[in-house]
């Protein structure tokens, strides 16, 4: 049963990404196949007006699309129009799957934000992505140190097998 706030908050969280970031053209979201007409009306609209959040262009450019691998759970007919695998630029080595992954961290967040006013929803928005950023900055080294360590592994493998 959809909840009474329907799909505002990822309306917020995706306008105040666009707002951050106007060069978005690309953007996964599982439930792109249900949510895209309302998302682009209501996002339309935070062009218009002398105080509008977002620019039209980025609006209008903006591509919304289902990420490949959930893509997989829908119709063939949806992902045909929907899944990033089946359009053109959308970028062959990005799976989608890094949205999921946002919506994923801001769950319990989103939980609370229920019983928060709209206003509020921009603050704790705005306030959720600063702290993600700061947790992505310290992951960060953590993550190649991982990949470097992975890429030893194979090097180390691959000279053991030229050697034998
Ligand atoms: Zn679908």
Redesign the pocket.
């Known amino acids: 049963m959809p909840a009474p706030e329907q799909w505002a908050f990822h309306i917020a969280a995706v306008a105040e990404a666009l707002s951050r970031r106007p060069d978005i053209r690309q953007l996964y979201i599982d ?4 949510i895209r007409a309302t998302l682009l009306a209501e996002l339309q609209k935070l062009t218009e007006g002398a105080q509008a959040l977002l620019l039209e262009e980025t609006v209008e450019q903006l591509r919304v699309m ?1 990420p490949w691998m959930h ?1 997989f ?3 063939m007919a ?2 045909k129009e ?1 899944s990033g695998l089946y359009q053109e630029r959308a970028g062959r080595h990005a799976g989608g799957e890094q949205m999921e992954w946002i919506w994923a961290r801001g769950k319990p967040l989103f939980l609370l934000a229920r019983y928060m006013t709209p206003a509020r929803w921009w603050d704790t928005i705005n306030a959720f992505l600063a702290f993600l950023t700061r947790q992505l900055q310290a992951e960060l080294p953590g993550v190649l140190e991982k990949r470097l360590a992975g890429i030893d592994k194979t090097m180390m493998l691959l000279l053991r097998r030229s050697r034998s």
């Open positions: 439930i792109a196949c249900r289902v893509g759970d829908h119709s949806c992902q929907f």
